[in-house]
Nanobody
Framework: QVQLVESGGRSVQAGGSLRLSCEVS????????AGWFRQVPGQRRETVAT????????YVADSVKGRFTISRDSAKKTTYLQMNSLKPEDTAMYYC????????????????????WGRGTQVTVSS
């Protein structure tokens, strides 16, 4: 059974940085995709970034490109989201998700494609 546990969310001032971590367990190999998504209550879920853990192909949403970076440490089975130059509009619950990707080197950017989800970590950016 795949399990994901996010950490690193907290309150920070605008312009600050945070690094979110997602510990993933349950995959037999690194042939899977991991992604970060965020959601504000009452709004649609937004894709932030995705990465193929084995091939390291990445996707970063235009809304955060140049400020956020997704990476992974295969040995630690952890995916990271480095967030710099944070803005109040980045305030949201951030979720990590994953799905096996044995037959593809790329990952979908659609949240519905992912079938394992963490419980989320809250990021609050104050102005």
């Amino acid at each position: 059974q795949v399990q994901l546990v996010e950490s690193g969310g907290r309150s920070v001032q605008a312009g600050g940085s945070l690094r979110l971590s997602c510990e993933v367990s349950g995959f037999a190999t690194n042939n899977y995709c991991a992604g970060w998504f965020r959601q504000v209550p009452g709004q649609r879920r937004e894709t932030v970034a995705t990465i193929h853990v084995l091939y390291t192909n990445t996707y970063v949403a235009d809304s955060v490109k140049g400020r956020f970076t997704i990476s992974r440490d295969s040995a630690k089975k952890t995916t990271y989201l480095q967030m710099n130059s944070l803005k109040p509009e980045d305030t949201a619950m951030y979720y990590c998700a994953a799905r096996s990707s044995i037959f593809s080197t790329s990952c979908s950017s659609e949240g519905d494609w992912y079938n394992s989800w963490g419980r989320g970590t809250q990021v609050t950016v104050s102005s």
